[in-house]
């Protein structure tokens, strides 16, 4: 009897820890399919969620049912505020925003609270005068891992160079450091990747060059701005030859390392070959390993939709790094591509096709659908712009476990197939990493509904597919690539439903 109880208690320990339960918020009026929004993440013991409609900016918040308990109009914000950015942190958060008067730009910054209120009134960090035909986007902002260090900075061509003008933060926004610094820059040779800042404060970013605008990269080159210094430090890291595709860099700041991933080839319009990592040692400045791992067969077999295997991971896109303590990483990439009576699918138009500095990637947390067209997070070159129907594909999931070097130790395929036509937004994946594994949620057509599924990855490689989510409601659509992890066992993921949007809590 005792040894029939015990099992039954590990039984419903064990059914504990698979569950999910999710809980749905009701739409708010203006809350149409033309929403533009932000999961600003858990402050206090509410969920904020920024929303801007028209000319009308607000935070909604939800307590832990999802239950609205108040939206809060941003009504500091001016009519013409574009790049809405914010910092959260568990009891406040910031808001950094930029708005134009006349031919001024104004970067301004606020403090809210957890029901949205307004702590700390809006004051002004920067400004810049700008002739009429200028871009008037030209402030971004970016914030450490630990949120010790936040930095706006602002980049403006003029002649083939970029002039950076950097202002480095604490969290209380206090200004360390303001630097300006001359960079030069081809547009139709030179690929910066996204920019971050370490927890020490340093700036970093990759520089990549090649031969033409249609070519892959050739040569690349780690940029880094000390915290407490004025100009960019250059390294070269040599590719014996190979050619690289979208580099994909993090900041170890467990280990005091960069790490450098992207796809390679060995020949001009090659196949991709494998993966290429780099480590870098930012105390020490300078190359602590570096490996080009070539793709096996039984992994190319297992990855591929249709085709040879030599062509497997040509529609491959690198979506995730997960940093591990002792410097190793888990990555994530997976097949995306599109077709149109028009344009055929081009991988440089979908990496290139626009500039992406001044859109810079972001991590699948934000939903605007009228900047990106196809309401993706790339627009895919010419593909929607010509007027043609657009069908969108988004398949496999490869997951490599590599060592601190960037040797494989792992891998495995998560299987889909997804496709649409014209929009993207309930194609490819959210992801939440709980309770040791990778949690992938992806929409999967059934019986002409497409319902949320979760298959988790284990930390020896295991692909584990659960029974559906529990609270499923066949009349909501999610969008798994704008969900965002806000505690270790909760995502908030947006939906549709009907003609509005919501937003569900999954928990586990």
């Not at 900075?153 to 002649?159: A, L, V």
């Not at 996204?194 to 605008?213: M, Q």
């Not at 480590?279 to 602590?288: A, E, I, N, P, S």
């Not at 997951?399 to 495995?412: E, I, Q, R, Y």
């Amino acid at each position: 009897m005792k040894q029939i109880l015990i099992f039954l208690i590990l039984g419903l320990l064990t059914l504990h820890t698979v569950a999910q339960q999710i809980t749905y918020s009701d739409p708010e009026n203006d809350d149409t399919q033309t929403l533009d929004f932000d999961i600003i993440g858990k402050v206090g013991n509410n969920y904020l969620i920024y929303k801007h409609n028209r000319s009308r900016y607000a935070v909604s918040v939800y307590d832990n049912t999802m239950k609205s308990i108040q939206r809060t109009d941003l009504d500091f914000l001016p009519e013409r505020t574009f790049n809405v950015d914010f910092v959260a942190f568990p009891d406040f958060a910031y808001i950094l925003y930029q708005y134009q008067k006349k031919n001024v730009l104004y970067c301004d910054a606020a403090e809210i609270d957890g029901t949205g209120k307004i702590i700390k009134n809006p004051f002004t960090l920067d400004t810049t005068h700008i002739s009429f035909f200028a871009d008037n986007k030209i402030y971004s902002t970016i914030f450490s891992e630990d949120k010790s260090k936040i930095m706006v900075y602002k980049i403006q061509k003029k002649n083939d160079r970029f002039y950076f003008t950097t202002l480095l933060m604490d969290d209380s926004l206090r200004v360390l450091r303001k630097s300006r610094i001359v960079a030069d820059y081809d547009e139709h040779k030179d690929i910066f990747s996204d920019f971050y800042l370490d927890d020490r404060g340093n700036f970093i970013f990759t520089k990549g060059t090649r031969a033409n605008s249609r070519d892959y990269l050739e040569s690349l080159y780690l940029v880094t701005k000390p915290a407490d210094g004025d100009d960019f430090r250059t390294s070269q890291l040599q590719l014996s030859g190979n050619y690289l595709d979208e580099i994909k860099l993090n900041i170890d700041n467990e280990n005091n390392q960069y790490l450098l991933n992207s796809l390679f080839y060995t020949k001009r319009n090659g196949n991709v070959e494998g993966l290429y990592t780099a480590v870098w040692d930012k105390q020490r400045d300078t190359l602590v390993s570096q490996m080009f791992a070539h793709f096996s067969d039984s992994l190319r077999s297992m990855a591929r939709t249709e085709g040879g295997a030599r062509y497997a991971f040509n529609d491959f896109f690198i979506r995730d790094v997960i940093l591990k303590k002792d410097g190793s990483f888990i990555l994530t990439a997976e097949d995306q591509s599109a077709q149109s009576r028009g344009t055929p699918w081009n991988r440089y138009d979908y990496l290139y096709g626009f500039n992406r500095f001044y859109a810079p990637y972001d991590g699948y947390m934000s939903y605007a659908p009228y900047y990106y067209p196809g309401m993706g997070t790339y627009p895919y070159g010419n593909t929607y712009y010509n007027g043609q129907p657009t069908r969108y594909f988004y398949e496999n999931i490869i997951v490599l476990d590599m060592d601190k070097t960037g040797a494989p130790v792992w891998s495995n395929v998560v299987h889909k197939s997804q496709y649409d036509d014209n929009t993207d937004r309930f194609l490819s994946y959210g992801k939440i990493v709980t309770g040791g594994k990778i949690h992938f949620l992806f929409n999967e057509l059934e019986r002409h509904t497409q319902l949320l599924n979760d298959q988790s990855v284990t930390p020896g490689g295991q692909v584990l597919i659960s029974p559906p989510l529990r609270s499923l409601d066949r009349s909501h659509e999610f969008m798994p690539r704008f969900a965002k992890q806000v505690s270790y066992y909760q995502i908030i993921v947006p939906c549709t439903f009907r003609n509005s949007i919501c937003f569900a809590k999954i928990e586990y």
